[in-house]
């Protein structure tokens, strides 16, 4: 009775809480919404369930269009489509592309996550640790104050976790890329892959005990997504293996223990994350925020 109360109160009065001081974004290649389902219905990945428990998340979002990796990892930091940011394949590079973008940030590509912090906060220590090169070139070089590529998702892990000790960071954004490996390695469906989404949830549990050793469990934001799934040993096509992915919001200001009422996209986390800041969007960003004040 006590929790159903508390529940109509919240309901009433809308949930609130003071903006997160610091966010960490991390980044699991090739988890598709199947395999993490899969695995939270087996045990199999306790440090996300926490995340769960005490967040609020869309089990089964959308990537966009190619499910590939370059268009949704830029959709993810761009709070826009490839229509817009026109990163739409994976050969994409700088001096490399089909269409150009619509707008452009100091590096002259589409404005990121990074370049709208750093813009709004100029002294923010801003750093981005990731496993798959390719990550590297997907914002903007002169806003990040860390930039490091390990090779293997367990290295970066610690390394973005020694990081976060020493310098506790505004921004952390970190990419982990053995699940991706798996999947192509092996098969989406296999057990190597479960295992593999298993390994990455011990990933992401060395992230959480980094964050909580320095006392900031209870201020920074946690946010957990994928760039895409994938069938059979590929990804890139339009079945629901492919394009359904999780995004997971926890920490100050997010409702916890709730499904988001709108079926979420990757467009929607850059908008969401600059929301719970207390930070204005950029203007050529089509996504939205979640709604957050529900429990």
């Known amino acids: 009775m006590k929790n ?74 761009m709070g826009a489509g490839p229509e817009r940011h026109g990163i739409t394949s994976n050969e994409w590079e700088r001096n490399k592309f089909q269409i150009p973008p619509v707008c452009k940030s100091t590096d002259e590509i589409f404005p990121t996550l990074v370049g709208v912090l750093r813009a709004a906060r100029p002294s923010a220590k801003i750093a981005v640790i990731h496993d798959w090169e390719g990550f590297g070139r997907l914002f903007e070089q002169q806003a990040v104050t860390q930039k490091a590529h390990p090779k293997g998702a367990k290295a970066t892990a610690q390394a973005a976790a020694e990081y976060w000790k020493q310098q506790r960071p505004e921004l952390l954004l970190v990419h982990l890329d053995d699940v991706d490996h798996a999947g192509h390695g092996i098969g989406w469906e296999s057990p190597e892959y479960a295992q593999a989404v298993s390994e990455a949830d011990g990933y992401v549990g060395v992230l959480l005990a980094a964050i909580a050793a320095t006392g900031d469990e209870a201020t920074t934001l946690v946010v957990l997504t994928a760039d895409h799934g994938g069938l059979g040993k590929k990804h890139g096509g339009l079945s629901q293996a492919e394009i ?52």
């Open 4 to 77: 159903l109360w508390l529940f109509w109160l919240l309901a009433a009065v809308g949930w609130s809480a003071p903006n997160p001081a610091r966010v960490v974004l991390i980044g699991i290649d090739g988890l598709g919404s199947v395999g993490l389902n899969a695995a939270l219905k087996a045990g199999k990945a306790p440090n996300i369930q926490r995340l769960v428990s005490r967040g609020s998340w869309s089990p089964a979002a959308r990537a966009v269009i190619p499910t590939v990796s370059s268009p949704n990892w830029a959709t993810i930091l």
């Open 244 to 295: 359904e992915v999780p995004i997971l919001f926890a920490g100050p200001g997010v409702a916890p223990g709730r499904v988001f009422r709108r079926v979420l996209g990757n467009i929607d986390i850059a908008p969401g994350i600059i929301h719970l800041l207390g930070l204005k969007p950029h203007p050529c960003w089509t996504g939205r925020a979640p709604d957050f004040a529900r429990p």
